[in-house]
Structure formats: C-alpha cells, structure tokens
C-alpha cells in the first residue's frame, strides 16, 4: 500500500501557514514574504514575527492563499536556502 502525502488531503484554494526557524540575529521576515510573493505571484495574507523564550532563535509564520500542492512545494524549495534559516515547517 502506497502512502499519500499529507498535500493531498488539503481541499483547495487552502490558507496556508508557512513557518520559518532562524537565528535571531537574522531578519527573515520581509526576506521569506518577497520569496513567497516571487514564487507564487500574489501578495501574502499575513505575517507574524514571535521570539523564542530564550531570544535565540524567532519563527516567522507567513500565511499565503495556495491554489495547489504544487504551489506549496514550489514554495518550500524557494525558502529552503535563505540564510540563517534552522527549521522549516
């Protein structure tokens, strides 16, 4: 039996919520909206910015209306290699 990806249960259009793991010294916020807005043609929906109890790392959560899976993937390659990043979920 082969295993689906989570991508496929999503109905869409779908709100989805992009977070980011960085260093704090690093600002990716404005960095990983230009890249999704690149990728996907269209502005964003939201941002938030939310530091971590230790103040060393921030986790920046970009909301962003995708059409498909395909979309979403696209996306995660384009913020894949930004500097600084730790974790993306």
């Known amino acids: 039996m082969e295993a ?3 991508l496929e249960n ?3 259009p779908y ?3 992009f977070r980011l793991v960085a260093d704090s010294a690093v600002d990716l916020e404005e960095t990983s909206a230009r890249r999704v ?3 996907l043609g269209r502005d964003i ?3 938030q910015v939310q530091p ?3 103040g060393r790392y921030s986790v920046v ?3 962003v209306r995708v059409e498909n899976a395909d979309e979403i993937r696209a996306v ?3 913020l894949s290699g930004l500097p600084g990043l730790r974790m993306l979920l």
Do not use: K, L
């Open 4 to 6: 689906s990806s989570p």
């Open 10 to 12: 999503i109905v869409f």
């Open 15 to 17: 709100a989805f919520t």
């Open 37 to 39: 807005r690149e990728v």
């Open 45 to 47: 929906d939201g941002r």
């Open 52 to 54: 971590s109890a230790n």
């Open 61 to 63: 959560r970009i909301q």
């Open 76 to 78: 995660y390659a384009a």
